[in-house]
Every structure is written in C-alpha cells, then in structure tokens.
Nanobody, 123 residues
Framework: VQLQASGGGLVQAGGSLRLSCAAS????????IGWFRQAPGKEREFVGVIRGSGMLTYYSDSVKGRFAISRDNAKNTAFLQMNTLKPEDTAVYYCAAGRDLVTAITPAAYTYWGQGTQVTVSS
C-alpha cells in the first residue's frame, strides 16, 4: 500500500482545512487509516483513526469535536476534516495504514505511511 497525503497549508486560527490520503491497491477497505502529526521537537502524536468499513472512528482528546475522519473506499481515499484550528495544531500531518484488526493509537500498529503534509496555523 502506498499512501499520499495532501491538502496542507497555511490557515488562520479558527479556520479549516481538509487533508486527503490517497492509497494505492485494491484492498483499501481492509486497512484502518490513522492520522498522526508531528510538531518540531516533539514526538509523533496520534490524531485519529477510522476503521476499514468507515463505521468507527476514534480521536485524541486534543482534537475531539474539531476534527473528523471519513473515507471513500470506492476512491481509495481517506479524509481529515480539521475545523476550528488552533496554533497548537501546527505540525506535519501523516496518514498511515494498518491491518483492520483493532482500533490502535500507537504508530507501531501501522505498517504503511504517507510522506506527510505541513499544516501551519497562524494566530
């Protein structure tokens, strides 16, 4: 599975961005898709995950209620809708794919990673 994240950019605090994660392969629905982010000098942080069917999502407390993950299995694409952005959301955002066995928040549970897309939120 190859993943391509896109949609990052510069936005003012309170604004919105929608990230996309396009995947190759024919078994997209068998993978859970996780979103992570990494700010300079910090460890990679779990943002949220969506299970293969798209029926179950789980978010970190820091983004719950502001971010939403969805997926279109027919188009092999997952999305991260980010609303009410804050300066502390500034980071490189990564999508990752892991076998859809359990809902997981640790990077080790994901096998394939996209290249990352920069999100910068100005105050």
């Amino acid at each position: 599975v190859q993943l391509q994240a896109s949609g990052g950019g510069l936005v003012q605090a309170g604004g919105s961005l929608r990230l996309s994660c396009a995947a190759s392969g024919r078994t997209f629905s068998s993978w859970k898709i996780g979103w992570f982010r990494q700010a300079p000098g910090k460890e990679r942080e779990f943002v949220g995950v969506i299970r293969g069917s798209g029926m179950l999502t789980y978010y970190s407390d820091s983004v719950k209620g502001r971010f939403a993950i969805s997926r279109d299995n027919a188009k092999n694409t997952a999305f991260l809708q980010m609303n009410t952005l804050k300066p502390e959301d500034t980071a490189v955002y990564y999508c990752a794919a892991g076998r859809d066995l359990v809902t997981a928040i640790t990077p080790a549970a994901y096998t394939y990673w996209g290249q990352g897309t920069q999100v910068t939120v100005s105050s």
